[in-house]
T-cell receptor, first 115, second 116 residues
Framework: AQSVAQPEDQVNVAEGNPLTVKCTYS??????LFWYVQYPNRGLQFLLK??????LVKGSYGFEAEFNKSQTSFHLKKPSALVSDSALYFC?????????????FGAGTRLFVKA | SQTIHQWPATLVQPVGSPLSLECTVE??????LYWYRQAAGRGLQLLFY??????ISSEVPQNLSASRPQDRQFILSSKKLLLSDSGFYLC???????????????FGEGSRLTVL
């Protein structure tokens, strides 16, 4: 069975500094990986995904993520954090991208960006 | 464009009362539909998913049930709520099989349920 781990409950970063939110995964085959963001009392919003191809994926709001197959990681990064990036971030893995089946989420990492 | 509607946004119910949360999707056909529960503002637990009308898969044994009476309608129900049913319930949809955005989920705004 597939699983996702986000080892940090919380990440604190100063505005303007680079940020990294970590994610590792476990799947039996090739992974389909996603990052979502959630603002308070809202639904999740899709940020970016890795399906195949280039290991560096660029997404919304200046975020990017790097797929590392040997380390089974998919860390979310941004070169310069904004206060408005403060939110809850979820890494997710999907077990069958074409069959449309379930997506498994990590526990989430809360990002605080201080002005 | 596709939209997803979920209601009610908030609900306060006594223990033992019934529950019905509804979700509809517009602008697409044959979507995969999902119900997730988020407890304490953190991790998401997949409750049910559906790949077609009347086809429901349950992930966690509990006193909740789901139904899909129409292609773009997904309902979460309970006959008798428990205190432990409190949480933030999220409906989501995804494209079935390739298409414009294979794999990613599109979420509704959520329904916050408090059982007293």
């Amino acid at each position: 069975a597939q699983s996702v781990a986000q080892p940090e409950d919380q990440v604190n970063v100063a505005e303007g500094n680079p940020l990294t939110v970590k994610c590792t995964y476990s799947v039996s085959g090739n992974p389909y990986l996603f990052w979502y963001v959630q603002y308070p009392n809202r639904g999740l919003q899709f940020l970016l995904k890795y399906i195949t191809g280039d290991n560096l994926v660029k997404g919304s709001y200046g975020f990017e993520a790097e797929f590392n197959k040997s380390q089974t990681s998919f860390h979310l990064k941004k070169p310069s954090a904004l206060v408005s990036d403060s939110a809850l971030y979820f890494c997710a893995v999907r077990d069958n991208p074409t069959g449309g089946f379930k997506t498994i989420f990590g526990a989430g990492t809360r990002l605080f960006v201080k002005a | 464009s596709q939209t997803i509607h979920q209601w009610p946004a908030t609900l306060v119910q006594p223990v033992g009362s019934p529950l019905s949360l509804e979700c509809t999707v517009e602008g697409t056909s044959n979507p995969n539909l999902y119900w997730y529960r988020q407890a304490a503002g953190r991790g998401l637990q997949l409750l049910f998913y559906s790949v077609g009308i009347g086809q429901i898969s349950s992930e966690v044994p509990q006193n909740l049930s789901a139904s899909r009476p129409q292609d773009r309608q997904f309902i979460l129900s309970s006959k008798k709520l428990l205190l432990s049913d409190s949480g933030f319930y999220l409906c989501a949809w995804s494209v079935r099989g390739g298409g414009r955005a294979p794999g990613e989920l599109f979420f509704g705004e959520g329904s916050r349920l408090t059982v007293l």
